[in-house]
């Protein structure tokens, strides 16, 4: 028998801001990574609905946000079932679970972020050690709590010749630089908006929940006012360490921005723009951080539109860009991945942050852990 057939497994799993499914993974890390099994769990729209109206302020939140905990903790667990039953995961060779949960709020400039999804339910329903509450730790040792996946991608992605620069363009965009030279530190940020934006957008517009391959887009022109004003946001010129969420951008501030226009403009141009903020947002971060001969890899569902890549590719020529693919991660996967790193760091005592990224005071193990049976 090898060492990676009796090596542990993981199990991540991730929600994030898109609210588009529950990712589950299963990976060994020993002797070398290892993308077992994946499985994508549907969130239903009840769950979806009460979600997405904790992220804004209201009434009775404390009972809405107690039985969502619960709710979520359930649909993970089941996420966790269904990965295990359709891949014929062996469950004794499973040594922990990695939960990021559902992020309610994320206010790192009141030293506050908040995932629920409660780890004891998943451990219990279950039976495997989960670890869950990943950013609090962080931010307690005055980190910001995020991005937290610049570890994983160092410790899975950094090229002793090539310097690589990660972009995960989920709900919101972060970035994650890494230097040949391996004593370089890591860098990492949230650039500002992902998806979250072009989504609630077309939501509005056309019923849809997202916009395939950019095409609404790619039949709009970008509005240079609408651009130049979101842009002007102080987020894009703040320097790091600096994470974002949907407090920041959201389709309030996008509705203000809209209206304050003098003309009313078309939504597809609005979407045009939208997928340029993203775009030019990134690529921006990317030039101030000029290296010679830099290799960009995206991964996160916007990894799949086209029309953002392709702006992508002509804002940061000459520079290469792919996707994780290439690098053997479907970029489906990599954040999920990253959350059973995270256990699996936990688990066996070691840290899971990058102080330079995050701002912390130092390296720490990062979640709680709650024993399975
Ligand atoms: N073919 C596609 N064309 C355009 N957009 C796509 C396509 N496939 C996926 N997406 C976008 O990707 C989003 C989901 O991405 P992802 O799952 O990485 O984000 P997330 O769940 O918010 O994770 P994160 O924690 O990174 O924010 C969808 O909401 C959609 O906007
Ligand atoms: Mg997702």
């Known amino acids: 028998m090898s060492t990676s057939i009796c090596a542990p497994i993981y199990i991540g799993l991730m929600s994030g801001t898109s609210l588009d499914s529950i990712d589950a993974v299963a990976v060994r890390f020993e002797p070398g990574f290892e993308l077992i099994a994946c499985h994508s769990q549907p969130i239903p729209s009840a769950i979806h609905s009460s979600t997405l109206a904790l992220f804004n302020p209201g009434d009775n939140e404390i009972e809405r946000l107690g039985r969502l905990d619960l709710e979520l903790a359930e649909l993970f667990a089941t996420a966790v079932e269904n990965l295990i039953r359709v891949n014929h995961l062996d469950r004794q060779q499973i040594a922990a679970i990695g939960s990021h949960g559902q992020t309610i709020r994320h206010r790192p400039e009141a030293n506050f972020t908040l995932q629920i999804g409660d780890p004891n339910l998943i451990a219990e329903r279950t039976g495997i050690t989960t670890i869950g509450d990943f950013r609090r730790r962080d931010m307690a040792a005055g980190g910001q709590g995020a991005p937290l996946v610049p570890a994983f991608h160092s410790a899975l992605f950094r090229h002793p010749e090539h310097n690589r620069v990660l972009v995960n363009i989920g709900g919101m965009a972060n970035l994650t630089i890494l230097e040949a030279a391996g004593d370089k530190p890591v860098l990492g940020y949230d650039t500002g908006p992902g998806n979250v934006l072009m989504d609630s957008w077309i939501k509005q517009h056309k019923q849809k929940s997202y916009d395939r391959d950019g095409q609404w887009a790619a039949q709009g022109q970008v509005l240079p006012q609408l651009l130049k004003q979101m842009l002007a946001l102080p987020y894009f010129s703040e320097t790091p360490p600096k994470s974002t969420g949907r407090e920041q951008f959201n389709q309030c501030w996008l509705e203000q921005i809209v209206n304050a226009l003098a003309v009313k403009p078309q939504p597809e141009d609005v979407q045009a723009t939208l997928l340029e903020l993203t775009a030019v947002s990134i690529a921006d971060a990317i030039n101030s951080h000029p290296l010679s001969d830099q290799q960009v890899f995206l991964c996160g569902g916007g990894s799949h539109?086209?029309?953002?890549?392709?702006?992508?590719?002509?804002?940061?020529?000459?520079?290469?860009?792919?996707?994780?693919?290439?690098?053997?991660?479907?970029?489906?996967?990599?954040?999920?991945?990253?959350?059973?790193?995270?256990?699996?760091?936990t688990l066996n005592r070691m840290s899971g942050n990058v102080p330079e990224v995050t701002g912390a005071a130092g390296y720490r193990p990062l979640g709680a852990i709650y024993w399975g049976n």
Not at 312 to 321: D, F, G, I, N, T
Not at 325 to 342: I, K, M, Q, R
């Open 305 to 345: 539109n086209s029309q953002l890549r392709s702006r992508l590719s002509a804002l940061l020529k000459p520079h290469y860009l792919s996707t994780t693919a290439e690098l053997n991660l479907d970029p489906d996967w990599v954040e999920a991945a990253a959350f059973a790193w995270l256990a699996y760091r």
